[in-house]
Nanobody, 120 residues
């Protein structure tokens, strides 16, 4: 079971680090969903950490990484903006898949979300 944590309420420009545990054997993606909007891709990482993928909206501000010894994937979020406000979900998928890292269909295990709220 995946478990996402680390969300909170911060001001614009602040940083947060989200964690996703029990993910050491899989490729992992972070997605988010804001009220009234569809779920969107944020970032993903290969099971071995040798490839990372980002949505254009977060490139240069967010960094995804993993520590397989701790069974944890991290999403470091810097320079947060009000438009980053959403529930963030981590999801795990197989090491190898024909599906894109950017799409939800690649991932077959989803954790409970963690709320991130950024005030202006």
């Amino acid at each position: 079971q995946l478990q996402a944590s680390g969300g909170g309420l911060v001001q614009a420009g602040a940083s947060l680090r989200l964690s996703c545990t029990d993910s050491d054997r899989y490729s992992v993606g972070w997605f988010r969903q804001a009220p009234g909007k569809e779920r969107e891709f944020v970032a993903a990482i290969r099971w071995d950490g040798r490839g990372t993928y980002y949505a254009d909206s977060v490139k240069g501000r967010f960094t995804i990484s993993r520590d397989n010894a701790k069974n944890t994937v991290y999403l470091q979020m810097n320079n947060l903006k009000p438009e980053d406000t959403a529930v963030y979900y981590c999801a795990a998928g197989p090491k190898n898949s024909g599906e894109s890292y950017y799409t939800g269909s690649r991932y077959n295990v989803w954790g409970q979300g963690t709320q991130v709220t950024v005030s202006s």
